[in-house]
């Protein structure tokens, strides 16, 4: 755990999430409550970007190419998954989705989200 790290410690801890070893990173904003979190999980090349609100509402990234239907094995918490592929996304819009999230201190960020 890195207390009040720098975005660019964030970035490169995406960037080595690898689906094996390295498979998940965990961002908390600065004062919320601990069920405040975003969740990158995966690595190499897919990622699920998820989280929650304080254990309330649970936002999902989604990949508009993807379908409910087809599933992509993913390691996660260090277990692996099964995972629509509407919720798989590239390393991009995982930075991009967890850059926001970082900047704002929460999923009121410019990102759409899904909250099934």
Known sequence: MVANPAWG???AAIRRLDNRAWNDVYLRPIGAPAETYLAVGGGAGRYVVTGSEAGERFPTLENPT???????SLS???QIGEY???CVVDLNAALAAARCFYDAGGFDCGVSWSYQ
């Not at 993807?66 to 992509?72: A, K, P």
């Open 66 to 72: 993807g379908s409910e239907t087809d599933l992509v």
């Open 9 to 11: 410690d964030i970035e």
């Open 84 to 86: 629509p592929s509407r």
């Open 76 to 78: 996660f918490g260090g």
